[in-house]
């Protein structure tokens, strides 16, 4: 039997498409509404930056986006799927320009996009799902850690308290997670309290469709092959902390292009706060 055609093969999928203008449109009307600034800021630019350091600044986000690759293939090999980390790159950068451009939605869709992009390449929906979740809590431990060392170099003992308190509370909902997969009675646990909310979500949005206690035993039965030991979580961090340090880097870098002195006592602290407001914002680009 032959296979119904793809529509849109060629071109992509309608949603692919979508995705696409969307990010057009939301860098257009971002561009449109700060022309001005952009222009005062070239006029600046060329008065004053040395190219040297911007390269350099360019070179360090690139890297930072070569870790957060690598972070990504770590928590899929985990799961059994094997990609490459220059396919995974390309679709890192391809969902960072949607968070990025398009306003309020920009997240979700990236999520949206890197998902179906994983689905492409028949990686299991519950690993692509699981690997993906598992990297924004990576992420979000490594990001608490830099704001811990930028509060700490401040001088601002609260943020570093609150900081490090988000990172723990992380810490102890993956080792909670990772413990209960690896016992019987854990997992029994797990399925029972997702089996419910499966139930109600099936209630509100009408789906999945089926069985809850199936659909659940089935999708914890796929996690359980997660091999998430030492090694693995090791790496993970390891990449995790690196992305960070080397977007954290960058700023560092643009503040010497400027050719102005870095404010040590609180650069990270000042990155962390535009990372964390960039996050926040319905706004193109934070």
Known sequence: TVAPARPLHRWGTAAEIGGT??????????????????????RVLRAHTEPGWIIACIAMQCLSMVFFALLQQRLLKAGGARLTAPWLLSVAYLANAIAV????????????????????RRVDPVVAKAALALGGVVSTLTFAAVVVAGALLSGSPSAAAGALGSALACLIILAAGLVALRSPAGR??????????LAVAQRVVRCPRGDPAQITNAAMGRLSRFRLGPATVGLALTWGTL????????????????????????????????????????TPGG
Request: with cysteine; net charge positive; aromatic share 8%.
């Open 21 to 42: 203008v969307a990010v057009a449109a939301g860098a257009g009307w971002a561009i449109y509404r700060e022309r001005a600034t952009l222009m005062q800021g070239l």
């Open 101 to 120: 451009a398009v306003p309020v939605i920009g997240s979700g869709m990236a999520a949206t996009y890197a998902y179906q992009q994983l689905r492409e």
């Open 188 to 197: 029994s646990r797990l399925q029972r309290l997702f089996t419910r909310l």
């Open 243 to 282: 992305n960070s340090a080397a977007d954290a880097c960058c700023l560092i870098l643009a503040v010497k292009a400027i050719g102005v002195p870095v404010p040590w006592g609180g650069v990270l602290l000042a990155w962390s706060a535009g990372q964390g407001a960039g996050s926040l914002s319905p």
